[in-house]
């Protein structure tokens, strides 16, 4: 009980510290190569609670949490939802993210995640902004400019400059060049 006690005064006594010392705060597990994170918003001031990778090259930021689509979700609480479920897609090899249309969402499309496992199902990531055919491409084409630069991606937003490796014909992005070596061998002795 004392052990506990002083881990928990421990851990408070740290937090402060960061508090004051004006680190960002971070939201994840010691293992986990997808967790959140507190970070500056350049583009649009103040902060934005964003789901970063950590690989062997570094941490680079991946989705941006600006806006909470309903559900009662925060962007804390999205964050944290979409990083959970890119650490599960990551152990199960994640290999690709496309988009798709979704019977329980009929107006609106999601981003999914391929991994070795799925098959051919493209697991939920994220649902998007009720919109068209074109605006799910158009966010899919976000996130891999953004992933090719490092900068990340605003979570539900509108359109940039497209990838030229990417087309309507071809709507998936291969995240192979943005995982680290472990991350792309995931998956591979699991049986489906």
Known sequence: ??????????????????????????????????????RPDTQRGGEVWTVMYRHDKGVQPWLKMV???????????RCEIISERLETYRKDGLTQLGYRGDSNTPDQYVICAKTKLSGD??????TLKPGTQR?????????????????????????????SNF??????????????????????????
């Open 1 to 38: 009980m004392t052990i506990g006690i002083l881990s928990l005064v421990a851990a408070v006594v740290g937090a402060g510290i960061a508090f004051v010392q004006g680190w960002p705060p971070v939201l994840f597990g010691k293992k986990d190569h997808f967790f959140c994170e507190l």
């Open 67 to 77: 806006t909470t689509l309903g559900g009662g979700y925060t962007p804390i609480r």
């Open 121 to 126: 199902n493209c697991p939920l990531l994220v």
């Open 135 to 163: 605006s799910a491409y158009q966010s899919l084409q976000d996130i891999t400019e953004d992933l090719r630069n490092g900068t990340g991606v605003y979570q539900g937003s509108e359109g940039k400059v497209a990838n």
């Open 167 to 192: 087309s309507p014909s071809s709507p998936v992005i291969d995240l192979t060049p943005f995982l680290a070596e472990e991350d792309r061998i995931a998956g591979s002795n699991s049986v489906k």
